[in-house]
């Protein structure tokens, strides 16, 4: 028997616009799941401007909420101020709490896997080419030909040199994520693979 209540975390990484919402979305639906957007604490932390320290640390629910969190200056400004170990240690315990909370959780970012939560049942690492997700955060801001590719392509090439390369918890596969490159992987095939995954550690715990 599964005990209850049921301790089961989902941790979702990889590089900018792979698609890991749309995964961690449908996985959380499916499985009954809470979710976590953790690159919107980040995105928050940046747009609230100040001392980024001090607005990790008075952070509340109605700052990931606002307007424009999902905009590239958003994105580029939450890269900037995700590499302060101290913006990042203040974000740290709701994290964990959130990744443990009773009845499952799923959680997707940078580091859920490797820093967050080492202990989750299942880690993915979810990544496709740089163009390609260039390709899908152009269209996801509504394809607007003003703002174009090579741009959005440019700075998604940027956000990731900085997330991979940073000293504080930089981005990369923990040595036992399930990789699911989509570059040419539709989202029900990656989702599928995921489901499978998690089925089988579900079945493990019981
Ligand atoms: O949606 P997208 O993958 O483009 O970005 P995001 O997940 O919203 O994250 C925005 C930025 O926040 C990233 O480029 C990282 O620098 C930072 N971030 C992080 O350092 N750690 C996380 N767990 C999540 C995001």
Redesign the pocket.
């Known amino acids: 028997m599964t005990s209850f209540p049921l301790i089961f975390t989902v941790a979702i990484d990889g590089p ?3 698609g ?2 749309t995964i961690a979305r449908i996985l959380a639906q499916d499985f009954g799941f809470a979710h976590l ?4 604490l ?2 928050a932390v940046a747009v609230l401007g100040g001392d980024p320290v001090a607005a990790a640390q008075r952070l509340t629910a109605a700052d990931l909420t606002r307007p424009n969190l999902r905009s590239l200056a958003a ?1 580029q400004a ?2 900037r101020i ?1 590499v302060i170990a101290e913006v990042r240690a203040a974000l740290t315990d709701f994290q964990r709490r959130f990744a443990r909370q009773p009845g499952g959780a799923v959680i ?5 896997g490797t820093v967050i939560c080492p202990e989750a049942e299942v880690k993915l690492f979810v990544t496709a080419s740089p163009e390609v997700r260039a390709q899908r ?1 152009w269209l996801e801001l509504g394809g607007d030909a003003a703002q174009v590719m090579a741009q959005v392509l440019a700075e998604v090439q940027e ?1 990731d040199r ?2 991979m390369q940073r000293t504080e ?1 930089p981005l990369r596969p923990a040595s036992d994520a399930l990789v699911l490159d989509t570059t040419e992987m539709s989202v029900a095939e990656a989702t599928s693979r995921a489901h499978a995954a998690i089925s089988a550690a579900l079945r493990r715990q019981k």
């Open positions: 900018a616009a792979a890991k919402g957007d953790s690159g919107l980040y995105r994105g939450a890269s995700a997707d970012g940078r580091d859920i955060r956000r900085r997330d918890s």
